[in-house]
């Protein structure tokens, strides 16, 4: 067997660093498409790195095409990056700002599926991360909300077309990144009551939430293409 490879989406910091990271120790090639490439993945030569700001929709695919020209299997991809803004009623996000969560949270991964389509890129596994605010609708979740619901349904969707790949919506739980600091636990917890619940439940770092779903990954194919779950519940 030759060595494993994995596609990762927005390894700049918190989940998709630590899961940059941690493929790597495990021994994976790791084909990166990110705006940063962080201080501590420079220099090794198993990480292939491709900037692109998923905002831009239309240089995803020629992205993708310079990052994995000449690929023809992929161990599994994770689509990770993600994008929140400041938690707010939805009568106060403009429209402009909700599209932006939904260009990078839905629609840059649907250029990046359509990219593995086109090229018959082999890839028994994808799992796209998603959130508890798929599905919760709390207060002040606004945009970031509909993306991710609009994610388990894109996932569910692929799932009916891509018969030989396997595909899961994952809210990976409660992690300390830069996303959970800086837009969450900073928010107005009497105004936005799912703030103060965060606040008290117990929280992963980074590379724990990593080793986690790594780990979860062959249990994952234990559940029907195309769903969402929750690793808090599985
Ligand atoms: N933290 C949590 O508790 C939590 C809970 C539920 C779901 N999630 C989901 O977990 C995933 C990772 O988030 P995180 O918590 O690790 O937050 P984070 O530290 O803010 O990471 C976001 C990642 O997305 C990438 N990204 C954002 N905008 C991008 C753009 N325009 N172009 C390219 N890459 C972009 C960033 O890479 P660059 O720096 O290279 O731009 C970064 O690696 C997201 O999908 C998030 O919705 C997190």
């Not at 918190?14 to 990271?21: E, H, N, Y």
């Not at 403009?94 to 991964?109: C, G, R």
């Not at 569910?156 to 600091?181: C, F, N, V, W």
Request: glycine share 6%.
């Amino acid at each position: 067997m030759g060595v494993k490879s994995v596609f990762i989406t927005g390894i700049g910091s918190g989940l998709g660093k630590a899961f940059a990271q941690r493929f790597l120790e495990k021994g994976y090639k790791v084909y990166a498409l990110s705006r940063h490439l962080p201080d501590c993945l420079k220099n090794n030569s198993e990480i292939k790195f491709q900037f692109c700001d998923l905002q831009a929709l239309e240089t995803i695919y020629p992205a993708a095409e310079r990052l994995l020209e000449g690929i023809e299997n992929l161990d599994v991809a994770i689509l990770n990056a993600g994008f929140l803004t400041e938690l707010k009623d939805i009568h106060d996000t403009p429209i402009y700002e909700m599209n932006l969560m939904m260009d990078i949270n839905v629609w840059a991964n649907k250029v990046i599926l359509d990219y593995l389509i086109d090229k018959k890129i082999k890839t028994p596994q994808i799992v796209a991360i998603s959130s508890g605010a798929s599905v919760n609708g709390n207060r002040g979740w606004h945009g970031y909300s509909i993306s991710k619901a609009a994610l388990n349904m894109l996932i569910k969707l692929y799932s009916r077309e891509m018969e030989d790949t396997h595909l899961i919506a994952l809210a990976p739980g409660l992690i300390l990144t830069p996303m959970l600091e800086k837009f969450v636990l900073s928010a107005d917890e009497e105004k936005f009551p799912s703030v103060k619940r965060i606040k008290n439940a117990p929280k992963m770092t980074p590379e724990e939430a990593a080793e986690k779903i790594i780990n979860l990954l062959p249990k994952l194919k234990k559940f029907e293409s195309g769903s969402y779950l929750d690793v808090r519940k599985i």
